[in-house]
C-alpha cells in the first residue's frame, strides 16, 4: 500500500501531463486541416493565424500543467493571497506580460503583421519576420542574426505593403558640404537608378512606375551632431527589395567618390 501511494501522485501528475499535450496537438491539428479545408483567407494570412496559434496552445498547455503541478503541493489560494510582497511583485510582472499579449493581438487582427513579413522596427532593426509568438517577434536580420522583440517595446513598425516596398537609401554628408553641390549630384544618383534599375521599379497596369527613383532633399538634420542627411527612395516589386537596395547604395557610394563629397565622420574616430 505504501509503494502504490507513492507511486499514485506522479502516475496521476503524468497522465494530466499527456491529456494537455494530446489536447494541445488536437487543437492544432483541427486548426490546420480547417485551414486546408477552407480558402477564406489568403495563404500568408492563414501561416500567420497558424503560427500564432502553435504559439498560443504550447503557452496555454504549460500553464494549465505548472497549476495542476502546483495544486498538489500548495494551497493556491493562500499562496497568491497570503503575502502582499508576492502579490505587489506579481501585478509587477503581469502588467508588462498583458501589455505584451495585447499589443500583440491588436498587430495580428489588425493585419500589420504576417509570417514572412520584411519589417523595420525602431527604425534599427530590419528583417524577414520568422516568428510571431504572444509576447515577442523574431525578425531575421541580413547578418543572419535573429532578433527578439517584445511587442511593448515596439515604438515604430515599418511594413511595406505586400506586393510592393519602397527602398530608402541615404547619405549624411559633413557641415562644410555646400547643399547646392549635393543636391545636383543626388538628382544625377535618382536619374541613374531610374535609367539602370528601371526593372526592379513597381509598375501598374499601364506598365508605368507607380513612384520612380527620387531625390528627397535633406532628409534629417544635424545627425548625431556629425551632418546632414540627403535621401533618395523609389517603389520597388517585393521580391526586388534587397537588391535594389544594393543598387542604389553603390550608385550613392560611387557618386560621393567621383564628386569628392565631403562625408560626416564621427568625433570619435581615432588616426
Known sequence: MFYLGMFQEPVKILTVALLIILTVYLIRKS???FFDKTNLLDVKREETLIHFANQVTKVLGLLFFFIYVLSHFFELARLFTGSVVVVGALALIFQHIIR????GLTYLFERQIHHGDYVIINGNRQGKIEEIS?????IRQHDGYLYTVSYSSITELQNGNRGRRRVTESLVLNYRQNPDDAFKVMEAVAQ???EKYAEYLLKDENDVPVERFK????TELNVDYRGHQYSLSGLVK???FVEAGKKVRYELAMAAYENDLLMAESFNTSH
Do not use: G
Not at 505584451?100 to 499589443?103: A, F, L, N, T
Not at 504572444?134 to 523574431?138: A, E, G, S, T
Open 192 to 194: 541613374t537608378c531610374n
Open 238 to 240: 517585393e521580391e526586388d
Open 100 to 103: 505584451d499579449y495585447i499589443m
Open 215 to 218: 531625390f528627397n532633399q535633406i
Open 31 to 33: 486548426i490546420k486541416l
Open 134 to 138: 504572444m509576447r515577442h517577434l523574431k
